[in-house]
């Protein structure tokens, strides 16, 4: 029998707001434990939430990105129960009247070198509610080698309690862990577009739940499911759900029953397993958020939002192809990230030599040295690679230099020109300072030169490369050859 | 010099006038607080040096001429349920014993503001459960009138305060009654404004959609002058009403216009079987009083009445429950000193800070918010809720204000009813509506009882329109002594 996997994705994403979701505190990562908080989101006896209208505005903006349908009236509720990290043992959600709900995502699909496809996720509902603080339980060491044990106690940081959480669910229309990895890709990005959260999984402003069954192919009703938490990064829930898909199809095809429960994906083994029992089950007995009034979301206020809605990834892209007849492929590189596109756009993107390098040289060194575009950025300015650009456009160097003069450009913040004449970078086409060099790579390849003379025109090519490396390549390699030619003609 | 015997208007007027300084004031009170406090035991806390200190600036303040407040040197006393920053806020429970909050209420605020001096800190039932002043975890507040008997709850010490004295202005806080029920009690007057007049902000939440603020004086003209200084917008509180601004209230212009031509709704089921034979008969003639000033009464009904109680006792448990989970020994407060992981660090800390009562009142709320139980109860609670306020709403389409008993009961003896909790629920029976339906109610003075004990006259008017019932309350007091007839401590 042939089985077919299900997965619904529940997704939280940290708005990065200027200040919490209820309460004026500021809503920033890294900070000093508890410097950020007050007697609102440390859920002080008598304290008040009072709702945060950017981060309304930025979670309207995301219900209208995947296009939900947008409800005029919505409230909060509260889901009470008790944690340690939740100062006020109930968190303010959402419950039965999401802002938005019933919307889509579509998500790019390539497999096996088949043409790009695109398939349309539901969503079932998006909703703001509060994050919670962050527990620490301190370990030691006690010697050197030795396993790290507990220390008798727990810190509790608030710094996160009360940031706005937005949560979006899927519906479960998820048919592999591929579809599941594009979904997420597809989400981030267009989360990261709306400016509205920095998706970094690192730093949990992106956190993802899964859940996932499998059923005969063909059946309508959804198998067992199992749930699996705090996944973190795309590539483990990618690799969790791929284990969990075959775990459950192995116990179906036993003909042994699929436990609903809630898993933890453990990365060292990459296995899935089930996270200690709960004692009871949970009942977060909702109710209507007294301390709120409900929120009225009228026709201008969402005009308002729409308005200033950045532009979204495939609307960009198309814009770019016709703005600047470049080509898809070259589109989706450039905006692969919003950072990316900015950056192109600010400049480089006119001209093909810094379009060039950007899809060359610029990717290249990010996945060497592992960094965020942004820090290239930051690094190098648009306008410094505008003129690394054009140092080559010049032949000022010789465009196999541009990796090398790119890196010292990113180590230092120094501008290309200034790399260039600080190192004697320049190409070098002066005829009489070549003719040396040229002269001693002939005398010291003689068995290359005799080659040449014997007909294989082709080992000019490797004298070429000679001279190159000789000159530290510095050598433009056009003289070079005419050169060599001359030389070795004559 | 006796000075505690005076209103706050009249001690305000004195200081300003120069008459007294606002430091021979609250020495004054002081004094008398010495004296009647220990039989009478209304605050959990005094703050004598702040107090003083306080009266100390504000009469260099008016020997200076500089600009002062409404509330100058006038001595006030805070129901222990309100945060007050640097002063231990207890909500008369063992859990919250040591908690002093880092932030000051809304309209403690204000009253620093005005120049009011805040003296103390007043007894309640613990987080405002109760209607006795009994469900204290630092033990009872007495009635001033009959030191065997309870000065009513929860507000109680608030309301003793008040008649014995010991303050010329009080906060308490209304949930089910708790402003207007000990104000009766106690023969004093107090105001439960509109839901959304006064912030919450900083209100120790009980029920978060019932509570509110409000005060209790010696008569009707401290209590508009009260409204005047706490009512207001409060962008901290999402409920504080914006188009109710207070600055715009004519607190005092109306108050003496009399009560001519206006119509007052007698509820039909207001009048039933229950209500002590005395109380009846003096709410009757307090009726008749009005009608003699020019009031024309009209009888109304308000159906659903019967189902006030039920109703209430599932709303403000179920929002209880929720509102006092923070109370789990993590934070702040009471933590047990035996415990062995989270769970049983929840469960004696718990179970060893609460009393009773508030307990009983956080099974009751957990039961029905839990799932399977919830549409029964707590939804089907909001409809009933709805009913009630529609009842409001057609009665004063009619009749501008509505008048009834505030107690069934004059002030009964302490251990009385301590037992039986439905019997406790029972004395709420007249005012919970009002808070169920967002209306302001006072309850004024109006009467004794053949032994002697205060009855209280609720006058419950339309939303934010607090100066029509304090008009009302105004021409009955200007015609009567009741307000002026003190207790022999």
Request: proline share 5%; net charge neutral.
């Amino acid at each position: 029998m042939d089985y077919e996997i299900v997965i619904g994705l529940e997704v939280h994403l940290q708005l990065k707001t200027d200040s919490k979701m209820f309460c004026g505190c500021r809503n920033k990562f890294g900070a000093e434990p508890n410097t950020l908080t007050c007697p609102v989101c440390l859920g002080m006896p008598g304290i008040l939430p009072v709702i945060n209208k950017q981060a309304f505005d930025y979670a309207l903006r995301a219900g209208l990105a995947l296009n939900c349908k947008i409800d005029s009236f919505t409230k909060f509720d509260r889901k009470n129960y008790f944690y340690p990290d939740l100062p006020k043992n109930y968190q303010i959600s959402q419950y039965d009247l999401p802002f938005a709900k019933d919307g889509w995502l579509d998500i790019k699909l390539t497999t096996d070198n088949k043409p790009l496809t695109t398939k349309r996720i539901g969503i079932t509902r998006v909703h703001l509610e509060e994050d919670t603080g962050k527990l620490i339980h301190p370990e030691v060491r006690q010697e050197a080698g030795a396993e790290k044990t507990q220390l008798g106690y727990s810190l509790v940081d608030l710094n996160r309690a009360g940031v706005p959480l937005l949560e979006i669910v899927s519906k479960p229309e998820i048919n592999s862990p591929e579809e599941a990895y594009a979904y997420l890709g597809a989400l981030k990005e267009i989360m990261q577009y709306l400016e509205i959260s920095d998706c970094d999984m690192e730093k949990g402003s992106l956190r993802c739940d899964t859940n996932l069954s499998v059923r005969p192919k063909g059946d309508k009703k959804l198998g067992t499911k199992a749930e699996i938490k705090n996944i973190n990064s795309f590539k483990f829930v990618k690799n969790a759900l791929v284990y969990e898909a075959k775990r459950q199809t192995e116990l179906l095809k036993k003909g042994e029953p699929v436990i609903q429960e809630t898993r933890l994906w453990d990365e060292k083994e990459e296995v899935t397993k089930p996270m200690r029992s709960k004692e009871e089950a949970h009942d977060y007995r909702y109710f209507p958020e007294p301390d709120l009034v409900p929120v009225i979301i009228d026709a201008k206020w969402l005009e308002e939002v729409k308005k200033n809605m950045p532009e979204l990834p495939e609307t960009r892209r198309k814009r770019l192809i016709n703005q600047y007849q470049i080509s898809e492929h070259e589109t989706n590189v450039l905006t692969q990230e919003k950072a990316m596109a900015d950056y192109a756009e600010s400049g480089p993107v006119r001209t093909k030599t810094a379009r060039n390098l950007m899809l060359g040289i610029v990717l290249q060194i990010i996945n060497e040295r592992k960094i965020e575009f942004g820090e290239f950025a930051r690094k190098v300015p648009p306008e410094n690679l505008l003129e690394l650009a054009e140092q080559l456009d010049k032949k000022i160097i010789v465009s196999t230099m541009a990796t090398t003069v790119l890196g010292k450009m990113l180590d230092s913040g120094k501008t290309a020109a200034e790399i260039i004449k600080g190192q004697g970078l320049e190409q070098v086409s002066d005829k009489s300072s070549l003719e040396p060099i040229i002269k001693e790579v002939i005398k010291n390849n003689a068995k290359i030169v005799a080659d040449y003379k014997g007909g294989k025109k082709t080992a000019i090519q490797s004298l070429i490369g000679q001279v190159m490396k000789a000159s530290r390549g510095k050598a433009n390699p056009q003289i070079v050859k005419e050169l060599l030619a001359k030389l070795l003609d004559n | 010099m006796e000075l505690y015997k005076h209103t706050a208007l009249e001690i305000r007027d004195m200081v300003l006038d120069k008459k007294v300084s606002s430091t021979d004031v609250v020495k004054d009170t002081f004094k008398r607080i010495d004296s009647v406090e220990p039989k009478i035991k209304a605050y959990l806390t005094l703050c004598k040096e702040t107090a003083l200190a306080q009266a100390g600036k504000i009469d260099e303040k008016i020997r200076k001429g500089e600009k002062i407040g409404q509330l100058a040197g006038i001595p006030i006393a805070i129901k222990d349920n309100i945060s007050t920053q640097g002063i231990k806020t207890t909500c008369a429970s063992k859990i919250l014993s040591n908690f002093t909050p880092p932030y000051d209420a809304y309209v403690i605020k204000r009253i620093k503001e005005e120049d009011g001096i805040i003296i103390g800190k007043t007894n309640l039932d613990e987080f405002a459960m109760g209607s006795s002043c009994e469900n204290s975890a630092f033990g009872p507040t007495h009635n001033p009138h009959d030191l065997s008997r309870v000065p009513g709850g929860s507000s109680g010490g608030s309301a003793a305060a008040i008649a014995s004295d010991m303050a010329f202005i009080s906060l308490g806080s209304d949930t089910g009654g708790s402003i207007r029920q000990p104000a009766a009690l106690c023969g004093v007057v107090g105001l439960k404004p509109t839901y959304g007049a006064v912030s919450r902000y900083g209100l120790v939440a009980f029920a978060s959609s019932l509570d509110q603020i409000g005060p209790i004086t010696k008569d009707v003209r401290d209590a508009a002058l009260m409204m005047n200084v706490i009512a207001g917008y409060d962008p901290q509180d999402s409920t504080s009403v914006k188009e109710f601004n207070s600055s715009k209230v004519e607190w005092f212009k109306r108050l003496e216009d009399g009560v001519k031509g206006l119509k007052i709704g007698i509820p039909k089921e207001y009048f039933a079987e229950g209500i002590d034979k005395d109380i009846s008969k003096s709410v009757y003639q307090s009726i008749g009083l009005l009608e003699k000033l020019g009031a024309k009464t009209i009888d109304i009904s308000l159906p659903h009445t019967e189902y006030g109680i039920a109703t209430y006792y599932i709303i403000a448990p179920s929002e209880a429950s929720s509102n006092l989970a923070r109370y789990d020994g993590v934070h702040y407060g009471y933590r047990t000193t035996d415990y062995t992981d989270l769970m049983s660090m929840y469960h004696k800390s718990r179970s060893e800070g609460f009393g009773p009562e508030v307990k009983r009142r956080i099974m009751l709320g957990t039961f029905a918010l839990s799932s399977g139980y919830y549409d029964a109860y707590y939804l089907r609670a909001l409809k009933v809720r709805r009913l009630i306020k529609n009842d409001f709403d057609e009665a004063f389409k009619k009749a501008d204000v509505i008048l009834s008993p505030t107690s069934p009961i004059p002030a009964f003896k302490m251990g009385e009813k301590l037992d039986d909790p439905l019997q406790m629920y029972l004395c709420d029976v007249m005012t919970v509506s009002a808070n169920l339906a967002g209306i302001p109610g006072i309850s004024i003075p109006s009467g004794f009882t053949k032994s002697k004990l205060p009855v209280g006259l609720q006058i419950l008017g339309k939303p934010f329109e607090e100066e029509t019932i304090l008009r009302v309350a105004r021409t009955f007091e200007r015609e009567t002594d009741y307000h002026k007839t003190k207790p022999v401590i």
